[in-house]
């Protein structure tokens, strides 16, 4: 019901910065929990951030607290996610998703939408 568009990604050094943007079609996207996951190269993939409809509660998991800050515009239909202070264990496939079912620490079968995914790799 929805489609999910993400860019932003690419290469930065550790401890550079990058803003992920993801593009939500419909107008009503805005009835949605979104979130952003990732997925490193043989690992599975992992809930990031997450925020709740009107953008008033968002959700960490513990390695990215502090550095990576999730928001929306329900206006624009778009989530963003600015990364700061990025490592190389960053690096990894980042993927929007919509109709998150949980927010506390989600799996990704817990989320209805997805994106195609966009890469950030963070080099040493």
């Known amino acids: 019901q929805v489609q999910l568009v993400e860019s932003g990604g690419g290469l930065v050094q550790a401890g550079g910065s990058l803003r992920l943007s993801c593009a939500a079609s419909?107008?009503?996207?805005?009835?949605?929990?979104m979130g952003w996951f990732r997925q490193a190269p043989g690992k599975e993939r992992e809930f990031v951030a997450a925020?709740?409809?009107?953008?008033?509660?968002?959700y960490y998991v513990d390695s990215v607290k502090g550095r990576f800050t999730i928001s929306r515009d329900n206006a624009k239909n778009t989530v963003s996610l600015q990364m700061n202070s990025l490592k190389p264990e960053d690096t990894a496939v980042y993927y929007c998703?919509?109709?998150?079912?949980?927010?506390?620490?989600?799996?990704?079968?817990?989320?209805?939408?997805w994106g195609q995914g966009t890469q950030v790799t963070v080099s040493s």
């Open positions: 998703a919509a109709g998150i079912h949980a927010l506390g620490l989600p799996r990704p079968r817990d989320s209805d939408y």
């Open positions: 419909g107008r009503t996207s805005s009835t949605y929990n």
């Open positions: 925020i709740s409809r009107s953008g008033s509660s968002t």
